[in-house]
């Protein structure tokens, strides 16, 4: 079965600076999705990022940028130049290409912006 | 841009009460989830339903536990009689559905449904 790992249940930033939030995860499956998901305090989780895992390139929205390794079962989210409208709660997922396509979450990491 | 709604916001409920919580997925969608959260536990999957009936449900998803889509827009969950351990926040989610490997179907989820058994 596959599982999703965050290790860092909260990180802190100053507003303006990056920070490397951390995901690893583990599965036998060659073709996979893996996303980072953001919920902000009114509690509704949105969509921040998608990577496919047949794609060798990290995937990037804007500030926001992930670094895929495939080999080490890695899938990093930067976020760069912070703002405040960043501090939520950041989800990792997993979601074969088979099946029902349900998501395997993280425990996530809480992230605080300082201004 | 098309939401996923969850009513009510926070249940309250005794100990061996049903609850039903209600979900509205973005209209053209085919695919619903159910995920629940333990506070400060991870998102854990409970079931999915495709084509009116349940496609995949997990190991917590027992008979105290049924879903329905009643009519073209509404999704439920049911919890039949209620115990402590079932408080938690529920998520409803829903997504496209298109078949094959490179198939997106990203979920969208609503804003969830905090649910306190007492």
């Known amino acids: 079965a596959q599982t999703v790992t965050q290790s860092q249940p909260e990180m802190s930033v100053q507003e303006a600076e990056t920070v490397t939030l951390s995901c690893t995860y583990d599965?036998?499956?060659?073709?996979?999705?893996l996303f980072w998901y953001k919920q902000p305090p009114s509690r509704q989780m949105i969509l921040v990022i998608r990577?496919?895992?047949?794609?060798?390139q990290n995937a990037t929205e804007n500030r926001f940028s992930v670094n895929f390794q495939k080999a080490a079962k890695s899938f990093s989210l930067k976020i760069s130049d912070s703002q405040l409208g960043d501090a939520a709660m950041y989800f990792c997922?997993?979601?074969?290409?088979?099946?029902?396509?349900?998501?395997?979450f993280g425990t996530g990491t809480r992230l605080k912006v300082l201004a | 841009e098309p939401e996923v709604t969850q009513t009510p916001s926070h249940q309250v409920t005794q100990m061996g009460q049903e609850v039903i919580l209600r979900c509205v997925p973005i209209?053209?969608?085919?695919?619903f989830y159910w995920y629940r959260q333990i506070l400060g536990q991870k998102v854990e999957f409970l079931v999915s339903?495709?084509?009116?009936?349940?496609?995949?449900k997990s190991e917590i998803f027992d008979d105290q536990f049924s879903v329905e889509r009643p009519d073209g827009s509404n999704f439920t969950l049911k919890i039949r009689s209620t115990k402590l351990e079932d408080s938690a926040m529920y998520f409803c989610?829903?997504?496209?559905?298109?078949?094959?490997?490179?198939?997106?179907?990203?979920?969208?989820f609503g804003a969830g449904t905090r649910l306190s058994v007492l």
């Open positions: 209209s053209n969608h085919l695919y």
């Open positions: 599965t036998s499956e060659s073709d996979y999705y």
């Open positions: 989610a829903s997504s496209e559905y298109v078949v094959g490997p490179r198939a997106k179907n990203i979920q969208y």
């Open positions: 990577q496919e895992a047949y794609k060798q």
């Open positions: 997922a997993y979601r074969s290409t088979s099946g029902t396509y349900k998501y395997i």
């Open positions: 339903f495709y084509n009116n009936e349940i496609s995949e």
